[in-house]
C-alpha cells in the first residue's frame, strides 16, 4: 500500500498564450527535494543551463515531460483569460490567489514563486488572499537558482500547448483550474 501524499514545497512558474494567463504549481514532499533539484539539473545538463521551455526544442521537451511524468510530484495549473478590459496583472493576481486557496486547502507551508523585475504585486496578493491558518510561507527566487522552478515552467508550457503536449505529464498533471477575475 502507497503512503499518502503530503507536499511540503509548492513551485510556480507562469506562461502566457495570447489571452491566456498560466500559472503551474509543482508539488514535493520534503524527502524529494534534493534528488528533484538533481534530476532537474541532469535534465538540463549538455543542453543549456537549464530548462526553460522557450528555447528547447521539441525532442529535448518530449524527454522532459516524460521525466517529469515519472517523478514523485503533482502539478495543477491555473488558467485565467484576460478578456474585455482584464490586466495581465489582474489575470496573475486571480491566478495567485486561486494557488494560494488550494495550497492552504491541502496545508503546503512553503510556496516559491519565480521572481521578475517587481515581485510587489505578488506579495501583496499572496497577503491578501491567504488566511492566517493553516500556515503559508512564500519567496520569490530567480529560476536560474531554483531547478524545481524548471519544472514547474516545463509542466506550465505544457498546459499552455495543449493536450498534445501536457498529455506527457501523465498523471502527475492532477488538474486545470479555469477562473476568472
Known sequence: MSRRFRPTDAFVDESIRGRRYIMGCVLVEARHLAELRSAARDLADGVAPRIHFNNDTDRQKRRVLEAIAEMPIDVFAVVCTKDHGVTEFQARATCVSVIVERLQAR???KLV???RQDDYDD???ITQARVPEPRLVFEH???RYEPLLWLAD???WAVGSGPVWSDRLGAVLSEVVESSP
Open 107 to 109: 496545508r503546503v507551508p
Open 113 to 115: 514563486i519565480e521572481s
Open 123 to 125: 506579495a501583496r496578493t
Open 141 to 143: 527566487r530567480p529560476a
Open 154 to 156: 516545463a509542466a506550465t
